[in-house]
């Protein structure tokens, strides 16, 4: 069956139908990893967008369950260029098709990725819709388009009660702002006890189990959108408990502490973004999922200073708080999919919470 890709700018890519047959629309953003299909699929932060993968093949070792990043697909739509009809590997469980369908999700296969990406490259990320319509009229379509706003996501992908990791070495509090299953995990191997906590909980109650450090994850959607959750995690600054943030979770501290936030043309979406530690000079091929980055122009350094930066483009990927245990990172070092250059993160966080590296 027939699908279109239409384009908020008027552009219509034609293809074939993939996973659910029913409408959306959605921000269309691209990422350009050449492996780990899986993860992203099931990366929660990709809440809210229909996700076109540049790597030409998809889905040619299909769906293997142990390498999710969470229970199930997240964006709203799914763009390929070729998706592989015979999935071969001795781990695969499933089909990316049958993956999409059955969350309802749906998809296009076979247009040209390449072109899609540099429209949103040179045009900047834009809405769009994957329809089944042979019959859409462009003059309805376009104006619904411009008008569409993602809104709230993080409250659809956040877990809805308390979970616990046991662990016999430092206890982290995990607030899950749709948090990749690796972040917990990496915590866990390295010994500590994590608690994982919904979106909604306050400050109080993380500050009342004690920990001996507190994560903020990754998640979806625009930072300025999560309004409780930044008051929430203005107290958990003014703590003075450890702290060490992930992308949405590194955003949310900015704004929580004063500085701003911006969506950038089209984001970082990737498994090869470098980054530079200006302590030490050093560069980390960095696995990336971001729209938006914290404005450093007008950063007080009494709260925070810059400790990473884009290599590509200059702009911020972390921020090192003064005179408090806290450091944030816009990239991801919980990997999944891409490089674990960054991994030895988790253990600064451990160190930083009295412990061993
Ligand atoms: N991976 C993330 O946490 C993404 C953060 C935020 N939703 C952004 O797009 O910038």
């Excluded at 074939?16 to 299909?37: D, H, P």
């Excluded at 045009?123 to 003059?139: A, F, P, R, S």
């Amino acid at each position: 069956m027939k699908a279109f890709l239409i384009l908020e700018d008027g552009h219509v890519f034609t293809g074939t139908s993939i996973g659910a047959k029913k409408e959306v629309i959605s921000e269309i953003v691209f990422n350009t990893s050449m492996t780990g299909y899986l993860e992203v699929l099931t990366d929660p932060s990709y809440a809210g967008q229909a996700v076109c993968m540049t790597y030409p093949l998809i889905g040619n070792y299909g769906i293997c369950y142990e390498d999710t990043e969470s229970l199930r697909p997240w964006p709203d739509g799914y763009i390929v260029r070729e998706l592989s009809r015979t999935p071969s590997n001795f781990r695969c469980e499933d089909t990316i098709q049958n993956f999409l369908k059955r969350f309802d999700i749906p998809g296009i296969a076979g247009i040209d990725t390449r072109a899609l990406t540099r429209i949103l490259r040179e045009k900047g990320t834009m809405n769009g819709m994957i329809t089944t319509d042979e019959n859409y009229d462009l003059d309805t379509i376009i104006p619904r388009l411009k008008a569409y706003t993602t809104g709230k996501v993080v409250e659809k992908v956040t877990c809805s009660e308390k979970k616990v990791l046991k662990g016999s070495g430092k206890k982290v509090a995990l607030l899950d702002l749709g948090a990749k299953n690796n972040i917990a995990k990496s915590l866990n191997k390295r010994g500590c006890e994590v608690t994982i906590y919904p979106a909604s909980t306050t400050a109080e109650e993380i500050l009342a189990s004690n920990p001996d450090g507190i994560m903020l994850s990754n998640g979806p959607g625009d930072p300025k959108e999560c309004t409780e959750v930044i008051k929430e995690i203005r107290k958990l600054y003014e703590s003075d408990t450890p702290i060490f943030a992930i992308c949405l979770g590194h955003q949310l501290m900015a704004l929580a502490t004063g500085a701003d936030t911006h969506k950038m043309k089209y984001g970082h979406r990737g498994g090869n973004h470098p980054v530079k530690d200006l302590e030490t000079g050093r560069v980390y091929i960095s696995s990336q999922n971001h729209g938006y980055v914290v404005d450093t122009d007008n950063l007080d350094p009494k709260v925070a200073v810059p400790a990473f930066i884009n290599v590509n483009d200059g702009t911020n990927e972390g921020l090192k708080y003064t005179g408090k245990n806290i450091f944030t990172v816009q990239f991801h070092p919980e990997a999944c999919p891409g490089p674990q250059d960054s991994g030895y993160l988790f253990d600064r966080f451990i160190k930083m919470m009295g412990g061993e590296e």
